[in-house]
């Protein structure tokens, strides 16, 4: 058989491909010819072939064919030979595949081997892809020559020491003697590896961390050595001295300071020294003044050292390399809270770096200039920010006008900075504000009485520029609809009044209405602010035309709307004052309320349905639908009233005429017993218009438990099974109280995963008597069409002992009876 060709001819080959195809044809004959070799046993030229098979490994090309050749290669008496077995072996095996397991004996005899290399490659091979158990019977060779006196051996045996305690953590202890006189090497290899060894050990135990926060002084003795030694042409780069070896030293000090006063005390003087000698017009010197920087802040270092580290990183961010500004600004951000005085001393440079052109450092720099407004420096740093939000990509128009809502809401100076400052974000980022962005502004605005005026003229001046964008269109309706009369009247004393008349005002309403920048909700916004207007101005006549024109509108929203506004011109025009009179101050509710409890285990937006005690007076149904924030978004099921509330005599009872009957054919309906729109799914409202709520109830022995019992409320449900529909469950609460006091105002709150349904009746009380003397009950009826399991969350409301109490809870363990 001819002699196969050689590597170096081979690539030569390969690299004269002109095509893909063509270098898989090469590719393949080659390997056809390296497994006639294999079949027939040719020991000449394995390593050979081997060393060819490990180069088309790395192309891409399948060689697993060749393992055993490797092993073949290893057990060679030849120094060659192993070499390429070894690499052979770290590339093609792994400890997902048995082979590995017959190379154990090899490398163990080669570790007692008498070369010295030979030895080095056993303890590669070992460190790179020895499994579990090829490290419990190789550790003790491994901690042998962990304690040579050869330097090339010992900086490999520590390395391999590393990944024999990643693989078998209780193997620590066996390596544990050999470490004593590990930092005492003058060798930096040896130096550097026995770090990396000891930073592994400290990282996985305790014990081990605090056994060795006793080698503080003698890293910090290495680490000054390194900084004051002269020039050492051996260990130099860019003019430091073994920059490598520093870095892991101050990563190790980092993990032994963290948490320990004197441990931190005994690195605090030589911590100054790197920070203060280091060089940094190189990358190598930055790289340790950043890994300073970090052990700095982790440790408990001195306020004037935080300070120091704080003032390097300001200097990171006038460097021109991008990623050192980037690095600087993220460890800033992580900082701001504890050292926020000494960040602010780089306020400027950091609003500097919102002008950058880089993404990933505008977005830190924005991220920061908002963790550092203040009540001090609210309104230059808001000033800067809207400056930004004018400017940025549309990618961060969203987070910028989030954070300058915050920010405004937790440090205004003043109501009409406030007003000021939200109207510019709407103004210039409209569209990219959150959903709830509209209620809060109109919440701030009807709570500043006296800013009414001022709000309304400069609402009215910014529609006439821009109806683009919607969420200040529909603040600017709301105001408008509210305070037309003040618009009208020129009451405005913050600001040179304009002369508007009332017709010009609804020319501008109206334009609104058939623009096609106007979404839905803009026009139903528009239609309900001059319908507002028909008690504050005198051109009735007007309002009445255009409102009979939206009674036939093609959007169903519009068109409801419309039709009960007509009835109110029609039927009920002595209540129209009081049903359009200005809205009272609103009570502020917690920001931010919903999203804290959103999670939903990575289900789909829940709906959910709430029901409260039963009010006085029939709510709203903005005020209804406020109550389904309880997991946030907009896709939820309405609040359904199970219980018929109380007719009143008068004007009452015709408000309910009202909604009752919107065919305006004839006299007043019946006062209906729930307002359900037609979308519903069909089972919510099985009988709500008959006495039974629901029918026969068959008792399907589901056992009962509990699904809350803390601070001496305890909740437990109780199961049944519709007969009509077995895809329904009847969940039956009890609420009992042990404590000494009762729990007034009480609310039991529900809500399930989208692919169920969710109905809650009205509850037997809401008050839970005190040491166990009575019950709330409260039906919860669950839709479940595809049998999945169920998962609901809770959230209990009541006031104990003068001070309300607020709860969640998740229950997970319904019996398999009740939903399967």
């Avoid at 996985?204 to 056994?211: C, F, G, N, Q």
């Avoid at 520029?465 to 003040?486: H, N």
């Avoid at 255009?546 to 009920?572: C, H």
């Avoid at 896709?635 to 219980?643: E, N, R």
Wanted: aromatic share 6%; charged share 20%.
């Amino acid at each position: 058989m001819p002699a196969p060709i050689r590597l170096r001819e081979l690539i030569r080959t390969i690299r004269t491909a002109r095509t893909q195809a063509e270098e898989r044809e090469m590719i393949q004959k080659e390997c056809a010819a390296i497994r006639s070799s294999f079949r027939e046993e040719d020991n000449t030229y394995r390593c050979r072939n081997v060393a060819k098979l490990l180069y088309m490994h790395m192309l891409g090309y399948p060689a697993h064919f060749g393992q055993l050749e490797c092993l073949k290669l290893i057990a060679s008496q030849k120094f060659t030979d192993k070499r390429i077995g070894y690499l052979g072996a770290m590339l093609l095996l792994d400890e997902r595949q048995d082979v590995h397991l017959l190379m154990t004996n090899c490398i163990k005899n080669d570790l007692n081997h008498s070369t010295q290399y030979v030895q080095g490659l056993a303890l590669c091979t070992l460190g790179c892809m020895g499994s579990s158990e090829m490290c419990r019977d190789l550790a003790g060779e491994v901690e042998k020559l962990l304690k040579t006196s050869n330097s090339y051996l010992r900086k490999k045996a520590a390395l391999c020491a590393v990944h024999v305690i990643r693989k078998v953590p209780e193997l620590m202890e066996m390596f544990l003697p050999a470490t004593k006189n590990l930092l005492s090497e003058k060798n930096h290899g040896v130096l550097h590896t026995s770090v990396v060894l000891l930073t592994e050990m400290c990282e996985r135990s305790p014990d081990m961390l605090a056994h060795f926060r006793k080698l503080v002084p003698q890293l910090v003795r290495i680490l000054k050595n390194l900084i004051m030694s002269g020039y050492s042409p051996e260990h130099d780069v860019s003019g430091i001295s073994d920059p490598f070896l520093q870095v892991r030293i101050l990563r190790l000090l980092r993990i032994l300071g963290k948490g320990d006063d004197d441990s931190s005390e005994a690195m605090n003087d030589i911590l100054a020294q790197v920070a203060t000698n280091t060089e940094t017009s190189k990358n190598v010197g930055n790289a340790i003044l950043y890994e300073t920087v970090l052990t700095i802040m982790d440790i408990k270092s001195e306020s004037g050292l935080r300070v120091l580290a704080i003032n390097i990183l300001g200097r990171f961010l006038l460097n021109n390399d991008k990623n050192i500004r980037y690095v600087a600004l993220t460890s800033l951000l992580k900082t701001v809270q504890t050292d926020h005085n000494a960040v602010q001393r780089h306020r400027s440079t950091i609003v500097d770096c919102l002008k950058d052109l880089d993404v990933s450092i505008k977005r830190r720099a924005m991220e920061l200039s908002f963790a550092l407004v203040n009540g001090n420096n609210i309104r230059g740093m808001m000033k800067e920010l809207l400056y930004f939000l004018d400017s940025c990509d549309p990618e961060f128009k969203a987070d910028c006008a989030s954070g300058v809502f915050l920010a405004a809401e937790k440090y205004a100076p003043s109501k009409r900075w406030h007003i000021d400052t939200i109207m510019r974000v709407l103004t210039t980022a409209g569209s990219y504000v959150r959903d709830d962005s509209v209620p809060n502004l109109i919440q701030l605005i009807t709570n500043s009485v006296e800013m009414h005026a001022y709000t309304v003229q400069r609402l009215y001046k910014a529609l006439l520029d821009d109806i683009s964008q919607q969420p200040l269109v529909q603040v600017a309706s709301w105001c408008i609809g509210e305070y037309g009369d003040l618009l009208v009247s020129g009451q405005c004393e913050e600001e040179e009044p304009i002369q508007v008349t009332e017709d010009e005002v609804l020319d501008v309403l109206e334009g609104l209405l058939v623009s096609n920048l106007s979404t839905p909700v803009t026009r139903g916004y528009a239609l309900t602010a001059i319908m507002k207007l028909s008690t504050r101005f005198t051109s009735v006549n007007r309002i009445k035309k255009v409102v009979s024109i939206y009674g036939s509108s093609i959007d169903v929203e519009l068109q409801q709307r419309a039709v009960e506004y007509n009835a109110l011109f029609k039927k009920y025009d002595h209540m129209r004052p009081a049903l359009l009179e200005r809205m009272p101050i609103m009570e502020k509710t917690a920001s931010n309320g919903p999203t804290e409890i959103v999670q939903t285990n990575g289900e789909a937006e829940p709906s959910v349905v709430e029901a409260k005690h039963p009010p006085p007076v029939t709510q709203p149904t903005n005020q209804a639908n406020d109550l389904l924030d309880l997991l946030g978004g907009n896709d939820v099921v309405p609040v359904i009233q199970t219980t018929v509330p109380t007719k009143p005599a008068s004007a009452g009872g015709e408000l309910l005429d009202l909604l009752g009957d919107l065919s305006l054919s004839g006299g007043p309906a019946p006062a209906p017993a729930t307002s359900v729109p037609s979308s519903q799914p069909a089972f919510l409202l099985d009988g709500l218009t008959s006495p039974p709520l629901f029918n026969d109830i068959a008792a399907a022995g589901i056992p009962p438990m509990t699904a809350y019992n803390k601070n001496g409320l305890k909740i437990d449900f109780t199961f049944e099974r519709a007969n009509p529909n077995p895809n329904i469950a009847v969940i039956t609460i009890h609420a009992s109280n042990s404590t000494e006091a009762d729990m007034t105002d009480f609310v039991f709150q529900a809500a399930v995963p989208k692919t169920f349904q969710l109905q809650l009746l009205s509850p037997s009380s809401n008050v839970v008597p005190t040491l166990n003397q009575g019950t709330v009950t409260q039906v919860i009826r669950v839709l479940n069409p595809q049998k999945q399991q169920l998962r609901m969350r809770i959230k209990l409301t009541y006031t104990h002992k003068g001070s309300a109490v607020q709860d969640l809870a998740e229950v997970n363990n319904f019996p398999p009876q009740s939903w399967q």
